[in-house]
């Protein structure tokens, strides 16, 4: 991956973003896309929005969500420690000890996340699945009056987590779901920027995608696509333990997942597997039976219905600080969608 290109997703998860506010991400976004887009618009709420015109008639969508896993404070105690309400789903057994950014105007304040030692629980108390409730978080505070002069009832949290690389594919870091999909429909929009397509472009960065679905809908009720392409993570079964009986044989490092199910269009795969293999890129195939569990979920069915496909980036430890993804995957997932919409115009016939 270009350096540039590796400042740009960078900066995207480092960017905080918790579902409904996502205005620092879609900062980055914009700035990457302004070189390459011939009009950017934001809306009511908070999509971004970034098309590249073609000559003909055509509308393509690629839609990335850029909310994050995060929390909102929603309780503070007499003794200052703070209890959150989750914005989006995850496993609560994994918090235990971990460390949090809370969002607090312009300021970040260190939390961490803290529960009754084993040592002190009596019977049964420490057994079972863990609830928000049995959780604080410690910022330091001596008292209720003193986390007030740094925290409110509202403040915004998410992980803290540092971007690494875990090998010279590899990247660990939070909130890969989905600024991944940001960073693939961006990268669209600059691979496409030199060449004269066909085809509309319209590279969508959507809200709420982990807690109301409400931007993907939304914003593809403005674009009317006839095409749209959710690029989000998937969960790889390439660790130990895993049942590929179950969740099907995706792996880190050997391509996208092109997605087949009964809410996706068999065209818009079949055309993208071709670009693949035309381009000789890798990719693997995965089956979502219903629900699809992305913002292709909000799209599809909308008005007389919108040809949809899903393209996956795998993910190990989705929903945690340390996601792991691999850096090729993403790229050749660029690649692919380009290619893809290099070769589209407007006789392409999506009746079935």
């Given at each position: 991956m270009e350096e540039k290109n590796l400042k740009f997703f960078?900066?995207?998860?480092?960017?905080?973003?918790?579902?409904?506010?996502?205005?620092?991400?879609?900062?980055?976004?914009r700035v990457f896309m302004a070189p390459y887009a011939d009009e950017i618009t934001s809306d009511i709420n908070g999509n971004?929005?970034?098309?590249?015109?073609?000559?003909?008639?055509?509308?393509?969508?690629?839609?990335?969500?850029?909310?994050?896993i995060g929390f909102l404070v929603n309780h503070i105690d007499e003794s200052g420690y703070l209890y959150l309400k989750p914005l989006g789903g995850f496993d609560v057994n994994l918090l235990p000890g971990l460390r949090l950014d809370i969002h607090h105007g312009?300021?970040?304040?260190?939390?961490?996340?803290?529960?009754?030692?084993?040592?002190?629980?009596?019977?049964?108390?420490?057994?079972?699945?863990?609830?928000?409730?049995?959780?604080?978080?410690?910022?330091?505070?001596?008292?209720?009056?003193?986390?007030?002069?740094?925290?409110?009832?509202?403040?915004?949290?998410?992980?803290?987590?540092?971007?690494?690389m875990l090998s010279d594919d590899l990247i660990v870091s939070k909130a890969t779901d989905n600024k991944a999909g940001v960073y693939v429909a961006a990268r669209v929009m600059q691979e496409l920027s030199a060449k004269k397509q066909k085809v509309n472009y319209y590279a969508v960065?959507?809200?709420?995608?982990?807690?109301?679905?409400?931007?993907?809908?939304?914003?593809?009720?403005?674009?009317?696509?006839?095409?749209?392409?959710?690029?989000?993570?998937?969960?790889?079964?390439?660790?130990?333990?895993?049942?590929?009986?179950?969740?099907?044989?995706?792996?880190l490092g050997k391509g996208p997942t092109l997605t087949i199910g009964a809410a996706l269009?068999?065209?818009?795969?079949?055309?993208?597997?071709?670009?693949?293999?035309?381009?000789?890129?890798?990719?693997?195939v995965e089956i979502a039976p219903g629900r699809t569990g992305t913002d292709a979920d909000a799209i599809h069915g909308l008005g007389p219905g919108v040809a949809t496909a899903v393209i996956?980036?795998?993910?190990?430890?989705?929903?945690?600080?340390?996601?792991?993804?691999?850096?090729?995957?993403?790229?050749?997932?660029?690649?692919?969608?380009?290619?893809?919409?290099?070769?589209?115009?407007?006789?392409?016939?999506?009746?079935?």
């Open positions: 960078r900066d995207l998860v480092e960017a905080h973003s918790p579902s409904g506010f996502e205005a620092p991400a879609q900062k980055v976004a971004l929005i970034a098309l590249k015109r073609g000559s003909g008639d055509l509308k393509v969508m690629v839609v990335g969500h850029a909310d994050e312009d300021e970040i304040v260190r939390g961490i996340i803290g529960r009754k030692p084993v040592h002190m629980m009596r019977g049964e108390e420490g057994g079972g699945k863990l609830k928000m409730e049995d959780l604080w978080v410690d910022i330091g505070a001596k008292d209720k009056e003193d986390a007030l002069k740094r925290v409110s009832i509202g403040d915004t949290v998410t992980y803290r987590s540092d971007f690494e960065c959507s809200v709420g995608e982990e807690t109301t679905m409400k931007g993907a809908g939304t914003s593809a009720f403005q674009i009317k696509p006839d095409i749209a392409i959710a690029v989000d993570v998937t969960f790889s079964s390439d660790i130990p333990g895993s049942d590929k009986r179950i969740h099907g044989d995706v792996s269009h068999p065209t818009i795969k079949e055309l993208l597997e071709k670009a693949a293999k035309v381009n000789d890129l890798p990719y693997q996956s980036i795998p993910n190990r430890y989705m929903h945690s600080p340390n996601e792991v993804i691999s850096l090729s995957d993403l790229e050749n997932a660029v690649k692919i969608i380009a290619a893809f919409i290099s070769d589209l115009d407007d006789k392409i016939d999506l009746t079935r």
